[in-house]
């Protein structure tokens, strides 16, 4: 039977792409109306889901929005635009296809908790990694249940709502033979449905009384099943290790809201009133990120100032970061941009989009850990690992069997693979084997484990491929050692083969291997991207007039500009002699030209001293294309963003080229 969705957009060219979008799925029957009141003419007992826009929902339609939710069972509201009052939000800018493939992941997906956060943790490849990951989210998906649960107390929120938000995870947990969370979550969803249909008003209080205890008795099995099970890259390090964040905001009372969501969300917090309070308090190795606020009154010059600081202090090559604006616009996108920040939100943010903010700094701060994936059937050798190098701030990534053993490689690029000799299916040795003869992972340290080794095993161990042989019994001291030598050797290698001795940038190749990885998720998830080639103006000029060691030292210098500019998932790369390339994710072509030009100015601004001690300044020319609008890969990217460096360089240098109207200069 066909799911029904209703959408209720008061665009009707977007209304209509949005029901294309779904038509083309052919798992949905289809429903319009103009306004929310317009929706009401429609018989909502059969419909699943409402689509509607988040400023039509908040102005004045509360009786609307009531008499959905009244609605047996109550149907699923998703806004385009934020709103306390959904289920579900998108940005409004979401691609139909990406909005309308929600749509039926929500309709359609097989049981998974509710709000979940990250999509890597309803994407997974088979039912060993799925029960892990489900579990390793429990946390926060309680955390969600216990905000509801505050607003139904406060009388903000009906038992409908926490219901519905608890069903799903109810069912997800009895799934996956979790039967002490699904009966403590039951024995929660029962009194509500009576909260909801009882008749008698002197009744409401009894019921209200016993909801905090039963919600407590969900907290304690849902704890008990992640203490059962090895931590996973939600928690990677080690038990109450989760990352912190750290919140900068001159406003006290607002920070006392931010707290009571991080508490909400058992999210680490450490709040600042100033940025030299917070780089003492950035200072911990379980850093998440920073979420700044800026203030309106501080010149930019201040506020990178202030950026660096943190970054200086967090004593972290990347620091992932937030930047919060009183008011988003697109020059302050352009400055978060050129200044790094990862996210670039609105103040004040709701407890929803404080959760959403942390997750994703966490995601680009592990981004950058050392990682560990540990393949290991029975998980006691994995939980001790795990606690000892979280301590170290290494990210440990664990599976209880090697069946999707590939995917997970691609997914982690682990730093070091750490297994049991005694695989279920099979023979460490041969796993050993087929990893060696992929070229992408004869590289990667790989450690086999046992309670026992005889001299014949470790043998074949090394005979196999491994490079270590070790005892679960050993001491802390020593599993570090032998665990931290093997990682570090490995990045450092990896450091020199993909890392530009001038620049620091990534080469070439190291450049295209990532690239090729961000057009496929980019293409994937209906996201954009775009493509830059940057030439430093007249370069032959440097070398000959102020000799090439002036020359490598520009180019060093635009290396640190490029590297120390931007966001952590941007790729930055030195293309080849004075040739630098520069991929942004989730920009447009006319951000990403405005914040290359913050550095071409930051450039053109610094005095560089040839041999001869004369002084001397240089410029850069940069062309950019845009995905999808101006290719759909990155040959076709890279041919159109070289077309239009030249027609920069033709129209004088010292300018960016975008394709439309007359290229860009200062």
Request: with cysteine; glycine share 4%; proline share 6%.
């Amino acid at each position: 039977m066909l799911r029904q969705v209703l959408i209720v957009l008061k665009d009707e060219e977007r209304a209509t792409r949005l029901q294309d979008a779904l038509g083309d799925l052919h798992t949905c029957a289809l429903l319009r109306a103009p306004s929310p009141p317009d929706a009401l003419e429609h018989d909502l007992r059969s419909v699943q889901a409402l689509v509607i826009d988040a400023d039509a929902l908040e102005q004045g339609h509360a009786e609307v929005l009531a008499r959905w939710r009244l609605t047996e069972p109550p149907p699923l509201v998703l806004t385009l635009g934020e709103s306390p009052s959904a289920d579900l939000w998108l940005p409004p800018g979401t691609p139909d296809a990406e909005l309308a493939l929600t749509i039926q992941r929500h309709l359609h997906a097989s049981p998974s908790p509710y709000g979940s956060l990250s999509e890597e943790s309803v994407v997974v490849l088979e039912e060993g990694a799925r029960r892990q990951d489900f579990i390793a989210t429990l946390d926060i998906e309680t955390a969600y249940l216990r905000h509801l649960l505050e607003e139904l107390m406060a009388g903000r929120l009906p038992a409908r709502s926490l219901r519905q938000a608890i069903a799903p995870m109810e069912d997800a947990a009895r799934h996956f033979e979790l039967t002490p969370v699904s009966d403590a979550l039951a024995a929660l969803s029962k009194p509500l449905r009576t909260l909801h249909t009882a008749s008698e008003p002197a009744s409401r209080p009894d019921i209200l009384h016993r909801l905090p205890t039963l919600f407590a008795r969900v907290r304690q099995r849902v704890r008990e099943a992640q203490l059962a099970t090895p931590p996973s890259a939600l928690n990677s390090a080690g038990e109450g290790r989760a990352l912190t964040v750290v919140v900068i905001d001159s406003d006290e009372a607002y920070l006392k809201r931010v707290e009571r969501f991080a508490e909400q969300f058992m999210i680490p917090l450490r709040s600042a009133t100033t940025v030299d309070e917070a780089c003492y308090k950035v200072q911990t190795p379980l850093l998440a990120g920073v979420l700044l606020t800026l203030q309106p009154s501080m010149s930019r010059a201040r506020q990178a100032e202030d950026i660096r600081r943190l970054q200086e202090a967090s004593e972290l090559k990347h620091l992932p970061l937030a930047l919060a604006c009183p008011e988003e616009t697109s020059l302050d996108r352009v400055h978060g941009l050129w200044a790094g920040a990862s996210q670039i939100v609105a103040k004040p943010v709701s407890a929803v989009s404080f959760s959403q903010i942390a997750q994703r700094l966490a995601i680009s701060r592990r981004a950058h850990q050392s990682c560990a994936l540990i393949l290991d059937p029975e998980g006691d050798f994995a939980s001790e690992v795990a606690r000892h190098l979280g301590e170290q701030d290494v990210a440990v990534h664990y599976r209880p069997d090697a069946s999707s053993i590939f995917d997970e490689l691609e997914r982690h690029r682990p730093d070091l693979l750490l297994m049991n000799a005694e695989l279920p299916g099979i023979s460490p040795f041969d796993l050993c084997r087929s990893l060696r003869a992929v070229p992408r992972w004869q590289d990667l340290p790989i450690v086999l484990f046992s309670s026992t080794a005889s001299s014949s095993a470790r043998l074949a161990a090394y005979e196999a491929g491994a490079d270590d042989f070790i005892l679960s019994n050993l001491s802390r001291n020593e599993l570090l050692a032998r665990l931290n030598v093997r990682m570090t050797r490995a990045r450092q290698a990896r450091e020199r083969a993909d890392r530009d001795v001038l620049t620091g940038l990534l080469t070439r190749r190291a450049f295209l291997e990532q690239l090729a990885a961000r057009m496929a998720e980019v293409t994937r998830h209906h996201r954009r991207l775009v493509f830059a080639i940057l030439d430093v103006d007249h370069f032959k000029r440097v070398n000959d007039h102020h000799g090439h060691p002036a020359g490598d030292r520009v180019l060093a210098t635009l290396g640190r500009l490029l590297q120390d500019r931007f966001r952590i998932e941007d790729l930055r790369a030195r293309w080849g002699g004075e040739e630098f390339v520069v991929v942004l994710v989730d920009e447009a072509i006319d951000t990403s030209a405005r914040a290359l030009q913050r550095v071409h100015d930051e450039l053109c601004a610094m005095q560089f001293e040839g041999e001869s001690g004369r002084a001397f300044s240089v410029s850069f020319s940069a062309g950019l294309a845009a995905y999808p609008d101006d290719g759909g890969d990155a040959e076709a990217l890279l041919s159109v963003a070289d077309a239009r460096l030249l027609r920069a360089k033709r129209a004088g240098r010292r300018r960016i080229e975008i394709g439309r109207g007359p290229p860009q200069s200062p």
